[in-house]
C-alpha cells in the first residue's frame, strides 16, 4: 500500500492482538486500510475492533454530524474486556464502515453510563 510503512500494516496492537479478525475482501468494504494503519498507529487498535464493540449487548449507538460536510456518522460504545471504546463509523448497506475506533473519552463514558 503506497505512503504505509510495511510495519504498520503487520502491527498488532496488545489489546486487539487476540481479538483481529482475519482479512478478506469483506474488510475492504468495512473500512479503508490506510486508514485502517494510522488507526493502529494513532490508537494501538485495529478498525476490526469495532466489532468487538458491538458484541456487548449493552452497546450505546450515539448519532453525530460531521461539520465539515453535514455527513451523518454514528458513534457506538460498549465494554470489551472492562474497558470503554469508541468507534466512529457510517452505516453502508446493513454493516458499519469504521472511520475510528479507540478508547472513549469522559463524555462517551457519561452518556454510556447514563443513557446504556
Do not use: C
Amino acid at each position: 500500500m503506497p505512503g504505509v510503512p510495511p510495519e504498520l500494516l503487520s502491527s498488532v496492537s496488545s489489546v486487539a492482538g487476540h481479538t483481529e479478525i482475519p482479512y478478506n475482501a469483506f474488510m475492504e468494504d468495512r473500512f479503508d486500510l490506510t486508514k485502517d494503519a494510522t488507526n493502529r498507529m494513532k490508537h494501538r487498535l485495529s478498525l476490526s475492533f469495532g466489532d468487538r464493540i458491538f458484541e456487548e449487548e449493552a452497546h450505546l449507538i450515539l448519532s453525530t454530524i460531521r461539520m465539515q460536510d453535514r455527513e451523518e456518522r454514528f458513534k457506538v460504545v460498549g465494554m470489551v474486556e472492562g474497558k470503554l471504546f469508541t468507534a466512529v463509523f457510517v452505516w453502508r448497506g446493513e454493516h458499519p464502515r469504521f472511520i475510528s475506533v479507540r478508547r472513549s473519552n469522559k463524555g462517551e463514558e457519561r452518556s454510556y453510563r447514563d443513557f446504556g
